[in-house]
């Protein structure tokens, strides 16, 4: 099973929001990530998890929050976002974070933010 | 920094065609792999094929295969009787060693269209 699931599917927040999403793996990787990706764009790096701790922050502004409450869970927690924040956020895993192993996409989440 | 460049924004090809996309890079590591990625309209980023730069001999897999030129720093990726599912947004990507991390570097993509 190479399967990594994303929820929810679809998310509209006002700006003034707290909302949350969840990733989850069953594969047994050790190395978890977020991703933003703007239309029509490659997906831009945001965190890496490596062994559940954050290895990788690249600049991303602290109203998002990453989460990994264990190795199959990866959170990403958003408050008072703004409308440039409006994405597809994909979370993917690989087994370690070393370069050979290719990393598992989910089918993302598509947020508007209004 | 490591760098990957997809020159073709766009491409077309007919139905049971050939089709080739290139993809070129740039790093001064030794050691690193290279990946194609699908993303068709449903959203998911699904692994075509990759190629570890250490293997002189190019990736295949069933109706994929690559070009590796490791000298040229070229990676471009061969659909052979292309299909309507094929149609999709393609990503090349890098991934070096220490120097890069866990960084997955994508290039901007070439958006393939499938014509019947």
């Known amino acids: 099973d190479t399967e990594v699931t994303q929820t929810p599917k679809h998310l509209v927040m006002g700006m003034t929001n707290k909302k949350s999403l969840k990733c989850e793996q069953h594969?047994?990787?050790?190395?978890m990530y977020w991703y933003k990706q703007k239309a029509k764009k490659p997906p831009e790096l945001m965190f890496v998890?490596?062994?559940?701790?954050?290895?990788i922050n690249e600049s991303v502004p602290s109203r998002f929050s990453p989460e990994c409450p264990n190795s199959s869970l990866l959170n990403l927690h958003l408050h008072a976002l703004q409308p440039e924040d409006s994405a597809l956020y994909l979370c993917?895993?690989?087994?370690?974070?070393?370069?050979?192993?290719?990393?598992?996409f989910g089918p993302g989440t598509r947020l508007t933010v209004t | 920094a490591q760098t990957v460049t997809q020159s073709q924004p766009e491409m077309s090809v007919q139905e049971a065609e050939t089709v080739t996309l290139s993809c070129t890079y740039d790093t001064s590591e030794s050691d690193y792999y290279l990946f194609w990625y699908k993303q068709p309209p449903s959203r998911q980023m699904i692994l075509v094929i990759r190629?570890?730069?250490?293997?002189?001999q190019n990736a295949t897999e069933n109706r994929f295969s690559v070009n590796f030129q490791k000298a040229a720093k070229s990676f471009s990726l061969k659909i052979s009787d292309s299909q309507l599912g094929d149609a999709a947004m393609y990503f090349c990507a890098y991934r070096g060693g220490e120097t890069s991390g866990s960084r997955l570097t994508f290039g901007e993509g070439t958006q393939l269209t499938v014509n019947p």
């Open positions: 594969m047994g990787h050790r190395a």
């Open positions: 993917a895993s690989s087994e370690t974070p070393d370069s050979l192993y290719e990393q598992y």
């Open positions: 190629q570890e730069a250490y293997k002189q």
């Open positions: 998890y490596s062994y559940e701790k954050l290895s």
